[in-house]
């Protein structure tokens, strides 16, 4: 059974930082991409990072110089460090595993395989 189980969100004052982790299982992890999307209601998800196979990164302006997106191949894991938090970074976060993916124009351009159930990210100013 594949699953994407994410945690480390709460919420945090405008300035701090957060780590979410993203454990992962039932798939050849290892063999995909790696990402992680955020979404607010009533709005579009949006790509915030993501990894490829050999470890290369690429990351919404928004985010960019404040999160830093790593994988763990041999504890079947993606992090997503988080400094500097701004409470429009207020989502909910979810990560995923893509067949492939790259950033192009200011969009993340994916095929998802699998999602996690996301977890909650509130930044007060």
């Known amino acids: 059974q594949v699953q994407l189980v994410e945690s480390g969100g709460g919420s945090v004052q405008s300035g701090g930082s957060l780590r979410l982790s993203c454990g992962a299982s039932?798939?050849?992890?290892?063999?995909?991409?790696l990402g992680w999307f955020r979404q607010v209601p009533g709005k579009e998800r949006e790509g915030v990072a993501h990894?490829?196979?050999?470890?290369?990164?690429n990351y919404a302006e928004s985010v960019k110089g404040r999160f830093t997106i790593s994988r763990d191949n041999a504890k079947n894991t993606l992090y997503l460090q988080m400094n500097s938090l701004k409470p429009e970074d207020t989502a909910m976060y979810y990560c995923?595993?893509?067949?492939?993916?790259?950033?192009?124009?200011?969009?993340?351009?994916?095929?998802?395989?699998?999602w996690g159930q996301g977890t909650q990210v509130t930044v007060s100013s």
């Open positions: 039932g798939f050849a992890y290892s063999s995909y991409y």
């Open positions: 995923v595993a893509d067949h492939w993916s790259f950033y192009s124009g200011g969009y993340f351009y994916t095929s998802v395989a699998y």
């Open positions: 990894i490829d196979r050999d470890g290369r990164t």
